[in-house]
Protein backbone atom coordinates (compact mmCIF):
# COMPACT_ATOMS: atom_id res chain seq x y z
CA UNK A 1 0.00 0.00 0.00
CA UNK A 2 0.87 3.53 -0.62
CA UNK A 3 0.51 6.47 1.54
CA UNK A 4 0.60 10.43 -0.13
CA UNK A 5 0.31 12.92 2.90
CA UNK A 6 -0.41 16.55 0.94
CA UNK A 7 0.65 20.08 2.74
CA UNK A 8 1.10 23.49 2.08
CA UNK A 9 -2.74 24.61 1.47
CA UNK A 10 -4.02 27.71 3.27
CA UNK A 11 -5.42 31.15 2.34
CA UNK A 12 -3.77 33.55 -0.01
CA UNK A 13 -4.37 36.81 -1.47
CA UNK A 14 -4.83 37.01 -5.02
CA UNK A 15 -1.18 37.76 -6.60
CA UNK A 16 0.31 35.64 -3.68
CA UNK A 17 2.04 32.50 -3.79
CA UNK A 18 1.88 28.84 -1.99
CA UNK A 19 4.15 25.83 -2.21
CA UNK A 20 2.53 22.33 -1.70
CA UNK A 21 4.55 19.27 -0.72
CA UNK A 22 3.44 15.84 -0.87
CA UNK A 23 5.30 12.97 0.86
CA UNK A 24 4.92 9.63 -0.31
CA UNK A 25 5.66 6.39 1.82
CA UNK A 26 4.67 2.37 2.14
CA UNK A 27 5.63 0.15 -0.76
CA UNK A 28 6.95 2.59 -2.76
CA UNK A 29 9.27 0.93 -4.72
CA UNK A 30 8.73 1.94 -8.34
CA UNK A 31 7.38 5.13 -8.17
CA UNK A 32 6.24 6.30 -11.38
CA UNK A 33 4.67 9.58 -12.53
CA UNK A 34 3.58 12.40 -9.35
CA UNK A 35 1.31 14.69 -10.24
CA UNK A 36 -0.80 17.35 -9.26
CA UNK A 37 -4.89 17.44 -9.51
CA UNK A 38 -7.50 20.06 -8.01
CA UNK A 39 -11.19 20.21 -8.01
CA UNK A 40 -13.05 23.22 -7.12
CA UNK A 41 -16.78 23.15 -6.14
CA UNK A 42 -19.15 21.82 -8.82
CA UNK A 43 -16.80 20.99 -11.51
CA UNK A 44 -14.77 18.25 -12.23
CA UNK A 45 -11.24 17.14 -11.10
CA UNK A 46 -8.96 18.58 -13.66
CA UNK A 47 -5.01 17.83 -13.79
CA UNK A 48 -2.46 20.93 -13.23
CA UNK A 49 0.60 19.20 -13.64
CA UNK A 50 2.45 16.52 -13.94
CA UNK A 51 6.02 15.06 -13.57
CA UNK A 52 7.61 11.57 -14.67
CA UNK A 53 10.16 10.42 -12.87
CA UNK A 54 12.52 10.99 -15.84
CA UNK A 55 11.59 14.60 -14.65
CA UNK A 56 9.64 15.63 -17.68
CA UNK A 57 7.02 17.57 -16.88
CA UNK A 58 3.35 18.49 -18.15
CA UNK A 59 1.56 21.40 -17.49
CA UNK A 60 -2.46 22.31 -17.78
CA UNK A 61 -2.89 25.64 -19.33
CA UNK A 62 -4.09 27.75 -17.26
CA UNK A 63 -1.28 27.28 -15.17
CA UNK A 64 1.33 27.45 -17.47
CA UNK A 65 4.62 30.07 -16.31
CA UNK A 66 2.66 30.66 -12.96
CA UNK A 67 3.35 26.98 -11.27
CA UNK A 68 6.23 24.33 -11.39
CA UNK A 69 5.98 21.08 -10.10
CA UNK A 70 8.75 19.38 -9.37
CA UNK A 71 10.18 16.11 -7.29
CA UNK A 72 12.74 15.06 -5.32
CA UNK A 73 13.06 11.26 -5.79
CA UNK A 74 15.59 10.74 -2.98
CA UNK A 75 12.67 11.73 -0.30
CA UNK A 76 9.96 10.35 -2.47
CA UNK A 77 8.24 13.93 -2.24
CA UNK A 78 6.43 16.28 -4.79
CA UNK A 79 6.51 19.97 -4.85
CA UNK A 80 3.94 22.10 -6.59
CA UNK A 81 5.17 26.01 -6.48
CA UNK A 82 2.01 28.16 -7.40
CA UNK A 83 3.16 31.79 -7.72
CA UNK A 84 0.47 34.88 -8.86
CA UNK A 85 -2.37 33.02 -7.88
CA UNK A 86 -5.90 34.12 -8.94
CA UNK A 87 -9.17 33.35 -7.62
CA UNK A 88 -10.19 30.45 -10.32
CA UNK A 89 -7.14 28.66 -8.62
CA UNK A 90 -9.43 27.83 -5.71
CA UNK A 91 -9.65 24.27 -4.95
CA UNK A 92 -8.90 21.14 -3.43
CA UNK A 93 -5.55 20.04 -4.71
CA UNK A 94 -5.14 16.38 -4.61
CA UNK A 95 -2.00 14.49 -5.53
CA UNK A 96 -1.48 11.90 -7.47
CA UNK A 97 0.67 8.98 -8.23
CA UNK A 98 1.54 5.85 -10.21
CA UNK A 99 2.90 3.01 -8.30
CA UNK A 100 3.70 -0.11 -10.34
CA UNK A 101 0.27 0.57 -12.36
CA UNK A 102 -2.04 1.17 -9.72
CA UNK A 103 -2.97 4.91 -8.97
CA UNK A 104 -2.78 6.77 -5.27
CA UNK A 105 -4.58 9.64 -4.26
CA UNK A 106 -3.98 12.17 -1.49
CA UNK A 107 -6.41 13.29 1.03
CA UNK A 108 -6.79 16.47 -0.79
CA UNK A 109 -5.37 20.18 0.67
CA UNK A 110 -7.76 23.50 0.32
CA UNK A 111 -6.26 25.79 -1.37
CA UNK A 112 -8.44 29.32 -1.00
CA UNK A 113 -7.59 32.56 -3.30
CA UNK A 114 -9.42 35.65 -2.08
CA UNK A 115 -8.62 38.78 -0.65
Known amino acids: QVQLVESGGGLVQPGGSLRLSCAASGRISGIGTMGWYRQAPGKQREMVAT???????NYADSVKGRFTISRDNAKNTEYLQMNSLAPEDTAVYYCHAAVRAREYWGQGTQVTVSS
Open 51 to 57: IRNTGIT
